[in-house]
């Protein structure tokens, strides 16, 4: 039976703007795909749509559930997570020069969407048993770095994929800040970074694949190469800019229909709601992805314990990642690294880990009073 108090701490405005972000999602994916040049519609808004609905069965489920018993077995469900990363470079789909997905015969997942949250439940697990008066020491840092970062990290680099391992390590550097670090070892490993940053740099660099490095360089001069490594940062920018103030209208803009943009439902969707909302939708659209990072903050500081605390800012911290650095991308103001639009941009794998993510806030937002434990 259900707690009515749950019930009534259940927090409706993080769910009603997230399917809003959604089905505003599936709608510029319609828009996007219509067939202007194609005789036939394509299904990906349809497919969104199943998606949104499996998410939300998801979503209830997970925030029925004790977010504590998630930290009871943190370390096996990020064990589950490393074996799917691997089983994905065994037997994983191929497309697009990338190996991320595992074949379920009617559909496919990608495992890494999934783990940056089981990286996060066991990070969360870890650092809450570290005292904040004391900060992290030394050998919990190489603990941590050793157990939990590095193996998940080269095994995403392996697929490639590096937008998720940055990522990943962002959320890492972010969750041991907020842990408590000592500021010795801060110092430390910023001056250890700075000196080695020459030598670390050309390494990453000769580490990187060829259109990789051709993004870096579209993102440093798009007009290098307007036809080429350039393409998609200009045509986003031009398809954002030709929206105006008010925009075209919906199902009026043309940069995606006609193929101008590349991965129109996907990585630059943004581009396609700016062209047809113009500068007034996208502000709106920017206070709906801004409220409910607002809301995750504001439950991190309200959570009951420092696992839960530190499971939301994790969370937060990962969806406001991937909206900015989605933003900036699209604006040419960070080079592409294929992110996409959380809750908007097509993906079925993608919005599903939105929706986990969402949950876990909802979870320890509707039990951080004291009285339920």
Request: aromatic share 16%.
């Amino acid at each position: 039976m259900i707690d009515r108090r749950l019930v009534d701490n259940f927090d409706w405005g993080i769910l009603l703007v997230a399917v809003a972000l959604s089905l505003i999602g599936v709608l510029t994916i319609y828009s996007a795909t219509r067939p202007v040049l194609d005789a036939v519609q394509k299904t990906f808004f349809m497919r969104q749509l199943y998606w949104i609905a499996l998410s939300l069965i998801i979503f209830f489920i997970v925030v029925s559930i004790d977010y504590r018993w998630f930290m009871k077995f943190a370390n096996v469900i990020f064990l589950l997570g490393i074996i799917l990363l691997v089983i994905v470079l065994v037997i994983g789909r191929k497309g697009m020069g990338a190996q991320r997905w595992i074949p379920l015969g009617f559909l496919s997942f990608q495992p890494s969407e999934f783990f940056k949250i089981f990286f996060i439940i066991a990070i969360s697990r870890y650092l809450s048993f570290i005292k904040p008066e004391e900060g992290l020491g030394f050998k919990d840092l190489v603990k941590i770095i050793v157990f939990f970062l590095a193996v998940p990290v080269m095994l995403i680099l392996k697929q490639p994929d590096l937008g998720t391992a940055l990522i990943l390590f962002f959320i890492f550097i972010a969750m041991i800040l907020a842990a408590g670090i000592r500021k010795k070892i801060i110092l430390t490993v910023v001056i250890v970074a700075l000196v080695a940053l020459p030598f670390a740099g050309k390494v990453m660099w000769d580490g990187l694949k060829d259109y990789q490095k051709m993004r870096i360089i579209a993102f440093i001069d798009p007009q290098a190469d307007t036809q080429g490594v350039g393409y998609h940062i200009n045509q986003s920018k031009i398809t954002v800019g030709s929206g105006g103030f008010l925009g075209k209208g919906y199902m009026q803009g043309t940069q995606g229909p006609y193929r101008f943009l590349p991965e129109n439902h996907t990585d630059f969707i943004f581009s396609i709601f700016a062209e047809e909302w113009g500068f007034a939708g996208s502000l709106v659209l920017f206070a709906m992805y801004l409220f409910i990072i607002w809301r995750g903050f504001d439950t991190a500081g309200k959570a009951r314990d420092m696992e839960g605390c530190l499971l939301v800012l994790g969370v937060t911290f990962m969806f406001s990642l991937y909206f900015f650095i989605n933003i900036g991308m699209t604006l040419g103001m960070v080079p592409v690294v294929g992110v996409p639009l959380p809750l908007m941009s097509y993906g079925g794998t993608a919005l599903l880990s939105n929706f986990l993510a969402l949950s876990m806030i909802e979870n320890v937002r509707m039990r951080r009073f004291a009285l339920y434990y």
